[in-house]
């Protein structure tokens, strides 16, 4: 119990580090745009964060039952997990780099099961099938996505624009602005809640493994009657109360803001205005929100920055920022593998301690 106690700990402290890690995501454009101010973008996507996280497990059931045997894991596995995520945020937010909490999630997750099998590749599930037949592993949930989800960002954006001037070339451009500064308001809520119903739900699927193996193992079996509320047999149903603090912590976490990120996001790859900021939040959003729905956890920090990389391109192929872009690429390739090689020697170490 006392191990599961760290567990969640650490579990609610990457969800609050997740929310203002990944703050510039929904909130980038706007701020950039100067549609709205920076405290009152940050309240707008803290509250749509908060609602979006309490729609819909797709994606948490995919995290806790469909990457890894959760047979195989154990508790030190789980915080082993948590602990390379947070390590990843913390050194990507320092130095201003939108990297993904997903997949730092999901690398960390991968590595720690690993060690916990002794190295039997055989833990991870790379392709299989659930009860209703659809697809579940790494290579349809995570692999696929991976390389995916930010093409259909770049070409979403770039269509979405190109549509949105030709529709409005005979449009002033104060009109053009005056309209869209309002409806920016809306996309930028539906990227919070898109945000919010995709990667809070990764935290929920982690602390739901977690209890899975206390209940599997038997660490549970002792527990006090007020207690049984931690119990958890199958993977049936992600538990009421997991979603709402994970649902709480992430708007915590969104509300403390990701300053380094914003600037990254907001200002250094493409000038805005408030017409590009709407075609890019509209874009990711709608490719975040569908992805949820079929529990794809794909990255947020992906789908966004290649939105508005696209958006930016319809000016000119000059007008993005490559330099940055290349940075930014290259912490969305080693964001899996170093995650991956710190949670199988942070369990490593865990195992060794124990």
Known sequence: MTLFLIVL??????????????????I???VSTKVLTPRAAVAWAAFWNLVGALFGTAVAKTISSGLVDPTAVTMTTVLAALLAAIVWNLFTWWLGLPSS??????GGLCGAALAT??????????????KKGAAVGLWPKVVMPMFSSPLVGFIGGALLMGLLLITLRRVTPRIVGMVFGKAQLISAGFMGFSHGSNDAQKTMGIITLALFTGTSTGAFKDLPAWAHFLRVEEFKDIPFWVIITCAITMAAGTAGGGWRIIRTMGHKMVKMQPVHGFAAETTAAIILHATATMGVPVSTTHVISTSIMGVGATKRLSAVKW????????AWVLTLPVTAFIGYWTERALLAAR
């Open 323 to 330: 330099g940055v872009v290349g940075r930014i690429m290259w």
């Open 101 to 106: 909490s997903s997949h730092a999630l999901i």
């Open 117 to 130: 099998a002794s190295g039997n590749w055989a833990v991870l599930i790379w392709h299989a099938h659930d």
């Open 28 to 30: 980038a454009t706007v």
């Open 9 to 26: 700990l650490a579990a609610l402290t990457f969800e609050y580090i997740n929310g203002f890690h990944d703050t510039a995501n929904a």
